[in-house]
């Protein structure tokens, strides 16, 4: 994988959140389907009360709405307060 150029935390809430979706909005992914994500949980960014998402996650550019989301592989429900480190890597090329 291409070293990270840039990183940040996306936590998952009701307007960045569908089903087991969440879409982090931020420059370094939005219209940058080229870009490489590496994607780990985050149990309390900050410090303090974290959320537990027991599930795998995946990513994937949603080309409709032109933004990286971070899903849960087994299709269940994102829960709200479920936090990620999002570091970014450009395109290989």
């Given amino acids: 994988m291409p070293?990270?150029?840039?990183a940040f935390i996306h936590s998952a809430d009701p307007s960045n959140t569908a089903r087991s979706y969440?879409?982090?909005?931020?420059?370094l992914t939005n219209d940058r389907p080229e870009a490489?994500?590496?994607?780990?949980?985050?149990?309390?960014?900050g410090g303090g009360r974290g959320v537990y998402n027991d599930h795998q996650i995946g990513?994937?550019?949603?080309?409709?709405?032109q933004q990286w989301a971070i899903y849960n592989r087994d299709g269940a429900p994102m829960p709200e307060g479920a936090?990620?480190?999002?570091?970014?890597?450009?395109s290989a090329d």
């Fill in 59 to 65: 990513t994937l550019y949603d080309e409709t709405v």
């Fill in 83 to 90: 936090s990620f480190n999002v570091a970014v890597s450009p």
């Fill in 36 to 45: 490489t994500l590496s994607v780990t949980q985050n149990w309390n960014p």
């Fill in 3 to 6: 070293r990270a150029s840039a």
């Fill in 22 to 27: 969440t879409y982090p909005d931020d420059p």
